[in-house]
């Protein structure tokens, strides 16, 4: 699976963005997305996570009710809609599948995930 993250860019607080984390291979339909961030000088975080149907997701604390995570398996495409964004949103944004499991709970540490992306950089200006 190699996995493209795109729609990272600059931002003030309080915009949104949509990030796209587009797949090729069609067992992608079958795993398990996650999104996880890191900033300069940080470790990488966990952002949100959905199962491969899309009728399960999980969002770290600091960004429940902000983000959303969804799925187009016909596109091969997952996505993080991003509002109300804070300068601490700030980061790298990988997108990485766990091909390893069946999703089943969901994965949160960045351990269980066994394909990335390049990542795509979101700043937020205050």
């Known amino acids: 699976v190699q996995l493209q993250a795109s729609g990272g860019g600059l931002v003030q607080a309080g915009g949104s963005l949509r990030l796209s984390c587009a797949a090729s291979g069609r067992t992608f339909r079958r795993y398990a997305v996650g999104w996880f961030r890191q900033a300069p000088g940080k470790e990488r975080e966990f952002v949100a996570a959905i199962r491969w149907s899309g009728g399960s997701t999980y969002y770290a604390d600091s960004v429940k009710g902000r983000f959303s995570i969804s799925r187009d398996n016909a596109k091969n495409t997952v996505y993080l809609q991003m509002n109300s964004l804070k300068p601490e949103d700030t980061a790298v944004y990988y997108c990485?599948?766990?091909?390893?499991?069946?999703?089943?709970?969901?994965?949160?540490?960045?351990?269980?995930?066994?394909?990335w992306g390049q990542g795509t950089q979101v700043t937020v200006s205050s």
């Open positions: 990485a599948v766990d091909s390893m499991t069946d999703g089943w709970p969901l994965t949160l540490d960045a351990s269980g995930y066994d394909y």
